[in-house]
């Protein structure tokens, strides 16, 4: 009888402990949430790759119009008249054209898996995007079926597990923080950087800009763009600061 008790309570306190933690635990939505900025140029897609947990944000913003017809941002979808190159059963999504400078477009990533976008006035100048969302390992996109131009364009899911994957998610994460700074949201915008200053010494990132020997010269302007923010500089010395940095990382991904 004893032992029926003692089994009994220590289910109990397995139940227990098992509700805590999963009520009282952060959640991965509460941590994720970060914004990354694609900036949309003629005719392409700064960064054109990107690799994102679940619930992660991607805002594209118009930064050059040069035609005048604008861009779009576009998922590979029946619904598009396209081939399905999204994981079965996520929204899809089509700006429409975006003409003006600064315009922007955004997409709430939930589902893991790969997701393929395309510009429908640029696509075969090979206007086109990648974005992976959970563990790259699972990823399994046919890297065929596009058209010619977008096929050599678009970053491979080898390129956007390695360094080059890392240096793209490192612009898009620094573009989220500048974008984060023009919405006035401080917090969020320092909470994405130290979030990624947590991560940044261990990466192969790290390892990659020593070797190019200017490592310590991105560390300087993170940790400058931390401080920009702590004290509510100007928005022009954070984009100055993001720029400088992303020069720095745009070394990484020309091959
Ligand atoms: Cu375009």
Redesign the pocket.
């Known amino acids: 009888m004893d032992r029926w008790i003692a089994l009994l309570a220590g289910l109990l306190a397995l139940v227990v402990g098992v509700l805590f933690f999963w009520l009282g635990g952060p959640t991965r939505t509460e941590i994720a949430q970060r914004v990354f900025v694609v900036e949309?140029r003629?005719?392409y897609f700064d960064p054109p790759g990107l690799s994102i947990e679940p619930n992660d944000r991607v805002v594209w913003i118009v930064k050059e119009n040069a035609q005048g017809d604008?861009?779009?941002v576009t998922a590979y979808h029946p619904s598009q008249d396209r081939p399905l190159r999204i994981p079965a059963g996520a929204r899809p999504w089509n700006s429409g054209p975006m003409t003006q400078i600064g315009q922007s477009y955004s997409y709430l990533f939930a589902l893991p898996g790969v997701y393929d976008y395309f510009?429908?006035?640029?696509e075969q100048?090979g206007?086109v995007g990648r974005v992976i969302v959970g563990s790259t390992e699972s990823a399994s996109a046919a890297e065929q079926g596009l058209p010619a131009a977008a096929q050599s364009s678009i970053p491979t899911i080898e390129e956007l597990s390695g360094v080059v994957g890392e240096a793209f998610n490192a612009i898009a994460l620094l573009q989220g923080i500048e974008y984060l700074a023009g919405q006035s949201q401080m917090a969020l915008a320092l909470r994405q950087l130290k979030e990624f200053q947590g991560v940044f010494s261990r990466s192969i990132l790290a390892k990659a800009l020593a070797q190019q020997g200017v490592r310590e010269q991105f560390e300087n302007r993170v940790s400058m763009l931390e401080a920009l923010l702590n004290r509510g500089a100007p928005l022009s010395a954070v984009a100055q600061t993001v720029a400088q940095a992303k020069a720095l990382l745009d070394a990484l991904t020309r091959p």
């Open positions: 949309v003629d005719n604008g861009h779009t510009c429908a006035l640029h100048q206007m």
